[in-house]
């Protein structure tokens, strides 16, 4: 089943953090909230750490998003890992995967990749391509 959203960040929250190791780029921490609207409704938590430079727009997230609400109207929460590099103008590298076991309610057994996706327009979309174990 593939499943389309647009997502907008409700809340950031950037963390004190200082790498004891300095590199070229800093090393931040942020927890995110983000609301889910189109086959994917919902909202999530984001735990989301970056080697990333704000002069240059370069540098490479990871993050972790614990979801509540519904896929293709089936409810339940699961997780996800993605994460992306940016060059300053496009992003590489990106990748997205539905972690192992983490499913309840209507979304147990939920596996899967996807992508998240920046329009031109700045509009944020979340592309998910799942299956459901046992269905």
Do not use: C, W
């Not at 994917?40 to 990871?62: D, K, M, N």
């Not at 929460?77 to 992306?84: I, S």
């Amino acid at each position: 089943m593939q499943a389309d959203s647009t997502f907008s960040v409700t809340s950031f929250e950037p963390t004190e953090y200082t790498s004891p190791i300095q590199t070229g780029l800093d090393v931040g921490y942020t927890y995110m909230t983000k609301t889910f609207t189109g086959d994917i409704e919902g909202t999530s938590r984001t735990q989301f750490t970056s080697a990333f430079s704000q002069e240059t727009g370069v540098g490479t997230y990871l993050a972790m998003e614990s979801f509540e609400g519904s896929i293709g109207g089936r409810r339940g929460t699961f997780n996800f890992a993605h994460m992306a590099t940016t060059d300053g103008a496009e992003r590489s590298h990106h990748q997205l995967v539905v972690v192992p076991t983490s499913g309840t309610g209507d979304l147990a057994g939920i596996s899967g990749t996807g992508e998240l996706l920046v329009d031109a327009d700045g509009t944020h979309r979340l592309r998910l391509d799942v299956e459901f174990a046992g269905n």
